[in-house]
């Protein structure tokens, strides 16, 4: 395999389009393979935690979730979870479980307010995903329109993007958590809110996630595809959940936006 160099901010390894049916060996051969799908893109629904950035690099996602589970327990609710929700290295996975337990109620919006809370600490200490940010200003300067479809908070995304310099790139078009977490992908709430918000048909968008339930909401909204995933072990998540192209560095599709 033939390995380029990163900017200064790669935290990854630099791999390759990987599809159901081929594997390439060099980034300009991805990017050729990238060009037709990315020309097709109207609009570019990105997912933010992994495409965009590591919001968790630093202020860790398990120690987020822990600290969720030791608030509910000081709240004398330690039984509200089982095992493996207690053990959870996912946030989100204690958050939804309450949500099923009580739906709509005082005790979930206050525990969604904790975890915006700890996602607006962990964004000011949040890695870029390498090519992310000059991925995004090209795909805005050739006229793509973008828009964020996210689990995470949208306050968190916009804190995030505005130390970034990213901002007017993506709004108004951020749509995120809200305190109907049955709304929350899988479920394809937020890519159809932005479909909708922007007026642009399913077949001219693509939306980029590096996770089986980022893919899942686009299937259900029908909208392409592409995955990221910054190692190997995410890579084989999402093609056994059925992606039939996942990218493991962001420079292929970089390189195709400025040759197409």
């Known amino acids: ?16 389009l990987v599809t159901s049916e081929t594997t390439t060996d060099t980034t300009t051969g991805t990017a050729a393979q990238l060009r037709e799908p990315l020309r097709r893109a ?4 990105w997912d933010f935690d992994g495409p965009i950035c590591r919001l968790f690099a630093r202020h860790t996602a398990e120690r987020v979730a822990a600290g969720l589970v030791e608030w509910l327990a000081g709240r004398g609710l330690p039984g509200l979870l089982d095992d493996t929700e207690r053990e959870a290295v996912d946030p989100h996975v204690v958050l ?20 915006t809370k700890e996602e607006l600490r962990a964004a000011a200490s949040a890695l870029p995903t390498a090519w992310a940010d000059p991925l995004i200003r090209t795909w805005t300067a050739v006229g ?42 899988p479920d394809p709430y937020c890519l159809n809110r932005a479909l909708s918000a922007m007026g642009t048909a399913p077949s001219a968008a693509l939306m980029i996630g590096d996770s089986p339930s980022d893919l ?14 910054r190692n190997e072990r995410k890579a084989k998540l999402l093609r056994e959940a059925g992606a039939e192209q996942v990218v493991t560095s962001l420079e292929p599709l970089l390189l195709s936006l400025r040759h197409r």
């Open 144 to 185: 793509s329109r973008l828009a964020i479809t996210t689990n995470n908070s949208p306050r968190v995304v916009r804190a995030y993007l505005d130390t970034r310099g990213l901002t007017s790139c993506f709004t108004p078009h951020i749509y995120g958590r809200t305190t109907d977490l049955h709304l929350l992908k």
């Open 42 to 45: 109207r609009v570019v629904l």
């Open 1 to 16: 395999m033939v390995r380029r160099p990163l900017g200064n901010h790669h935290h990854g390894p630099d791999t390759l």
């Open 216 to 229: 899942a909401a686009a299937r259900e909204a029908r909208v392409p595809f592409l995955g990221y995933a």
């Open 96 to 115: 939804r479980a309450v949500d099923r337990r009580h739906p709509g109620s005082d005790l979930v919006v206050e525990l969604e307010e904790r975890l």
